[in-house]
């Protein structure tokens, strides 16, 4: 105890700032966020019904399982799209292109750029791409390949700066052991990077869950649960969207907002239970 007051007394006035500072930014920031979520389910879940998860949407009900069912199916189907082509694209820029070549430099100059882009943009690009050239109309195919376009960028990035933090050594000592190249990849340098691959999948998942304004022109607004994948739907964002512009269905706008968060925290806790299954059998 007596160590622990001596080093608080031994503290330059800049270190109090310092400590200050980075204290009351994590204060700040867990107290904004406790705040959204308690407003959410206090708001919430008193207006949550049995009605809310009726199999069939009406004007009477205003049954959230449709867009519930559409945007699980949103999500599978842009990961399914967007991981892949993320995951292997980071994979050559790190282990198989030459580094800082002018290849590589375009790539992430135009991920980058692709980034910044507002949503609302993808969402034109889309329409026009997918629902009319392509003639998919609006329907859930035209949206997942936009969010998949709109995600690829965030894998992408999150997947190769976990790739580059893997130490060369690593590398090395998997090559001086006669493993090759797909080898070395696939046993020695995924696994430690998975931690840092899953996050920026539970960053993309979030986007997709909470995306509006492209998929009001890919997917149309069409509340039922979709037989195809050129069927048009409304994911739970949309959905929240919908009935708190009509000043009559704030409550149940509500509700479905707390749905949407049981959603998130649920595929957040799948992924990180994927991610320990996948490192596991990796090792």
Known sequence: MEGILKRIRRRKPM??????????????????????????????????????????YTVENQSLFPALVTTLVMVGMTLLIAVPFGIFTAIYLVEYAKRDSRLVRVIRMTAETLAGIPSIVYGLFGY????????????????????????????????EESLKSIPDSYREGSFSLGAGKLRTVWRVILPPSMPGIFAGIVLAVGRIVGETAALIFTIGSVIKIPESLFSQGRTLALHVLQLSSQGHNRNEAYA??????VVVV????????????FVQNLK
Not at 131 to 152: E, P, Q, R, V, Y
Not at 256 to 261: G, R, S
Not at 266 to 277: K, Q
Request: one cysteine or more; aromatic letters at 12%; glycine letters at 8%.
């Open 128 to 159: 026009i791409f997918f629902a009319d050239w392509l003639g998919w109309g609006k329907s859930i195919l035209a949206g997942c390949f936009t969010l998949a376009i709109m995600i690829l960028p965030l894998i992408m990035r999150t997947t």
């Open 256 to 261: 479905t907002a707390v749905v949407l968060l």
């Open 15 to 56: 270190d109090w700032v310092r400590f200050i500072l980075v204290w009351g930014s994590a204060l700040i920031t867990a107290a904004i966020l406790l705040y959204l979520v308690g407003f959410i389910l206090v708001k919430g879940i008193p207006h949550l019904k049995p009605s809310l998860f009726a199999l069939h």
């Open 266 to 277: 649920g595929i957040n806790t799948l992924s990180a239970t994927i991610e320990r299954r």
